[in-house]
């Protein structure tokens, strides 16, 4: 089991950037794929962005290509977000899939994470 906090949100005008950041602890970080999600109200919550264990393979929901990007360091994991647009308000959150130490693949489904933060706002105004 890991836990994860998500930090970072806020109100950003169109154009801006926010750093959210997911801090985990109480398992081997280093043991576990890691992913983006958000969810806008009366939506499905889609996929963000991905990276593996390593943090040396990674990919994106197209529409975040090139404006955001996904990182992680020892007990981290980091979206960079730029050039936010009025369409990426939604509650963003962190979650984390077990994969052992052989395992360096990403994910990109919902249902390949059972571990999740409580999620961190992101609004973004016209």
């Known amino acids: 089991q890991v836990q994860l906090v998500e930090t970072g949100g806020g109100l950003v005008q169109a154009g801006g950037s926010l750093r959210l950041s997911c801090a985990a602890s109480?398992?081997?970080?280093?043991?576990?794929?890691m992913g983006w999600f958000r969810q806008a109200p009366g939506k499905e919550r889609e996929f963000v962005a991905g990276?593996?264990?390593?943090?040396?393979n990674f990919g994106y929901k197209d529409s975040v290509k090139g404006r955001f990007t996904i990182s992680r360091d020892t007990n981290m994991m980091y979206l960079q977000m730029h050039s936010l647009m009025p369409e990426d308000t939604a509650i963003y959150y962190c979650?984390?899939?077990?994969?052992?130490?052989?395992?360096?693949?990403?994910?990109?489904?919902?249902?390949?994470?059972?571990?999740w933060g409580q999620g961190t706002q992101v609004t973004v105004s016209s």
């Open positions: 990276i593996n264990r390593s943090g040396s």
């Open positions: 109480g398992r081997t970080f280093s043991n576990y794929a």
């Open positions: 979650a984390a899939r077990y994969v052992g130490t052989t395992n360096f693949d990403f994910y990109d489904l919902a249902s390949s994470y059972f571990t």
